[in-house]
């Protein structure tokens, strides 16, 4: 949901320092090279990268593990010894691995780790993924070779405990964004970056690695915004793959040597709806508005069949928890008797009014992201027959973020889908204090979920804390806050270039080519 921010500048030359792609040159056979629709450059845990353990410079305490993406990834000792113990309520002792340095050659220990956990919990840091680890009272040394972790629930810590590890002395006083770790990244992982050029990053398997050295030795990532051009440029062999949209990524699928990985997430993608609206601010016509769109339409229209319908945050990968019953079905006939009993009827240009209030709302969406504008414009198109009149509009963040309150934005969510905690208590939670930019950006809730949601977080795992989720989908259907539309597929195109790698696990909000097929590279071996 919230933008991760990552600075760079865009050249036109993505490739001029490799040449050409690892298929293309004999020379660079133990090399790939990934163009990238994100940013490149902000190598640093605290501004998200390597937060949820999968990144190549980066380990955590733990690390998600899984063979494919059909599930929610189990949570296996990376940089711990072995799983949490709990040793007395609230309180968990993590014993550390032992032999294991930085990529700068100091001895990691539980110094690091308090000082990662301290740094990106402190308001002087001004990290924006904060407010992911509220869970977690506090951190603290257990002797050089264990951390105690006091959490402020009775949840497992697991799914906090994820967070690249960072050495204590690289911990800066200041905005993270000013830290020297975003361009001078030194972590435990198996990679260090070589180099770092403004539309490219150059990463080489490290020859001191504490644990065993990958077969790749040498990635290349070049930044290639344009999503019509990173296609191209993996049709011509000039990178060995890419993050692509569905439908652009199938176009593509079926050339010579080019096949597309899907990985399914708890990527939502949804429209938030503004309080400064009389028309959205009205429980009525929300509900009305998440009856009224077919989901199982956008899909197939604007994402090929790349994706599964998103009623709520909770997506059918969570077993036992996610409820059939508590997700939407698509009526038009039923969306309008809504309305008409709420009191907006059809007025002037077919357009409902109410005490001389339209139903009608600006919809904001990034410009430059071809999958939420085609989805903002299908949502417009798909509430016109309703009477509600929705103009879709691109725009920059830096123009969305102040009027989060007066205009409905297609965001997208599921930062942290390793806990279900996290997954739907910042999206649906009315807002605190520590809530993130764009989390329940109408400030919304429904008669008893903000209780339920804080019962849920405060609770242990298990079948009583299920059925409260549970619980928490069947009151959102009543009265949902936003209109949620789908869980995305994230859709990669790969080169045959005679490696083979890890199949890709259940991904979160964020992706690009540091997930889907190469999400962890040291799986990555000659076919």
Not at 72 to 92: C, F, N, Y
Not at 461 to 470: C, K, L, M, Q
């Amino acid at each position: 949901m919230r933008k991760r921010s990552i600075v760079v500048l865009v050249a036109a030359t993505a490739l001029v320092a490799v040449g050409c792609s690892s298929s293309d040159s004999g020379e660079a056979k133990d090399q790939i090279v990934l163009a990238d629709g994100q940013e490149l450059g902000d190598f640093n845990p605290l501004t998200y990268y390597g937060s949820l353990g999968v990144s190549p410079i980066y380990q955590g305490l733990l690390a998600p593990s899984a063979d494919d993406d059909s599930r929610v990834p189990d949570l296996v000792p990376a940089l711990a010894e072995s799983a949490p113990q709990r040793t007395a309520p609230r309180v968990w002792r993590v014993a550390l691995r032992s032999g294991v340095t930085f990529s700068d050659g100091s001895t990691f220990d539980a110094a690091d780790v308090v000082a990662t956990y301290d740094a990106v919990r402190d308001p002087k840091v001004a990290s924006e993924i904060a407010t992911d680890f509220d869970p977690i009272a506090s951190i603290a040394a257990d002797g050089p070779a264990a951390v105690t972790v006091t959490m402020a629930t009775d949840a497992d810590p697991s799914p906090y405990l994820l967070l690249g590890i960072v050495p204590s002395e690289k911990v800066q006083p200041d905005p993270v964004a000013n830290w020297t770790l975003n361009k001078a990244p030194v972590g435990t992982g198996p990679y260090v970056l070589k180099s770092l050029d403004p539309d490219q990053a150059v990463l080489e398997a490290r020859d001191d690695y504490w644990g065993e050295k990958p077969q790749l030795t040498r990635v290349v990532y070049t930044y290639t915004p344009d999503d019509n051009t990173r296609a191209q440029r993996v049709v011509a062999g000039e990178v060995d793959g890419a993050n692509l949209p569905p439908k652009l990524a199938a176009s593509i699928g079926k050339r010579d040597g080019v096949s597309i990985v899907t990985a399914k997430s708890a990527d939502w993608r949804g429209v938030t709806l503004p309080a400064g609206n009389a028309f959205t601010a009205d429980p009525a016509a929300r509900l009305a508005m998440n009856v009224g769109v077919d989901r199982d339409a956008l899909i197939r229209d604007v994402l090929g069949g790349a994706g599964s319908p998103a009623s709520n945050p909770i997506s059918d990968v969570y077993t036992g928890v996610y409820d059939p019953a508590a997700q939407f079905t698509y009526s038009a006939d039923e969306a309008k008797r809504i309305l008409d009993e709420a009191g907006w009827r059809p007025g002037a240009g077919g357009v409902r009014e109410k005490d001389g209030k339209k139903a009608a709302f600006e919809l904001l969406y990034k410009a430059e992201d071809s999958v939420r504008r085609d989805l903002a414009v299908a949502f417009a198109t798909a509430m016109k027959p309703l009477g509600i009149a929705v103009t879709p509009r691109g725009a920059t963040w830096d123009e969305i973020r102040p009027k989060v309150d007066s205009v409905a934005i297609l965001l997208g969510g599921g930062d942290t889908p390793y806990s279900i905690d996290s997954q739907v208590y910042d999206t649906l939670h009315t807002r605190t204090a520590q809530s993130s930019t764009y989390a329940n950006a109408g400030n919304f809730t429904a008669p008893g979920l903000d209780a339920l949601l804080d019962e849920s977080r405060s609770s242990a795992p298990g079948p009583e804390n299920d059925a409260r989720y549970r619980k928490i989908q069947s009151v959102y259907k009543q009265q949902p806050l936003a209109v949620l539309l789908t869980f995305l597929h994230h859709t990669y195109a790969v080169r045959d270039t005679g490696w083979k790698g890890a199949n890709p696990i259940m991904e979160p909000h964020s992706h690009g080519v540091a997930w889907g097929p190469w999400w962890d590279l040291t799986k990555w071996e000659r076919s």
